[in-house]
């Protein structure tokens, strides 16, 4: 099993350009995340989603869409990249019955 | 104040000492995660407890629910321990508040 992986790893955008991140698993889970990551604060919850075909806003939503058409992918997409969305981006699924995290490796994208 | 506070901030060891990161919150839970970060960025999931203590190899974590707080000791530790260590609380399965981390630095 590959886990959770994301694509693309780096990416680097300038101010008002689009983008999506891909985040997929191959343990068939039904919940799945997407976090922020920035220096001196906790991780913080974007979207999330409990299956598929469903989504809903986290703490942080406001400049990001997400879409979940398949069980094992997660998509985040920016459709207007601002600086203040420089962070670490981190997809996560939780296990069906033993609760566990799984994250996958992050995406480092920087908005110049 | 933060939901989810971790003490400390930052710890220097050296290989062999036994150390403690603490985690204390305000929110009412079910569940409470340790994740570790390593200095690449990937992060594991530790543990998830809910009541009581776990333990895994040289890593111990208990939890009081009644004082709302945490800790996760490692015992016998290595310069491989080097890494940020979270703090997370909320349901099983549903939306977590992270703490900051405890960045443990392990000198040979």
Not at chain 2, 8 to 17: C, D, I, S, V, Y
Not at chain 2, 36 to 59: C, D, E, N, T, Y
Not at chain 2, 71 to 85: E, K, Q
Request: proline letters at 5%.
């Amino acid at each position: 099993n590959a886990g959770v992986t994301q694509t693309p790893k780096f990416r680097v955008l300038k101010t008002g350009q689009s983008m999506t991140l891909l985040c997929a698993q191959d343990m068939n889970h039904e919940y799945m995340y997407w976090y922020r990551q920035d220096p001196g604060m906790g991780l913080r919850l974007i979207h999330y989603s409990v299956g598929e075909g469903t989504t809903a806003k986290g703490e942080v939503p406001d400049g990001y869409n997400v879409s979940r058409l398949k069980k094992q992918n997660f998509l985040l997409g920016l459709e207007s990249a601002a600086p203040s969305q420089t962070s670490v981006y981190f997809c996560a699924s939780v296990g069906d019955s033993t609760y566990e995290q799984y994250f996958g490796p992050g995406t480092r994208l920087t908005v110049t | 104040k933060n939901e989810v506070e971790q003490s400390p901030q930052n710890l220097t060891a050296q290989e062999g000492e036994f150390i403690t990161i603490n985690c204390s919150y305000s929110v009412g839970i079910s569940a409470l995660h340790w994740l570790q970060q390593h200095p690449g960025g990937g992060i594991v999931s530790l543990f998830m407890l809910s009541s009581g203590k776990k333990k895994h190899g040289r890593l111990i974590a208990t939890i009081n629910i009644q004082e709302k707080h945490s800790s996760l000791h490692i015992t016998a530790s290595h310069p491989r321990d080097s890494a940020v260590y979270i703090c997370a609380v909320g349901k099983p399965r549903g939306n977590l508040i992270f703490g900051k981390g405890t960045k443990l630095s392990v000198k040979p």
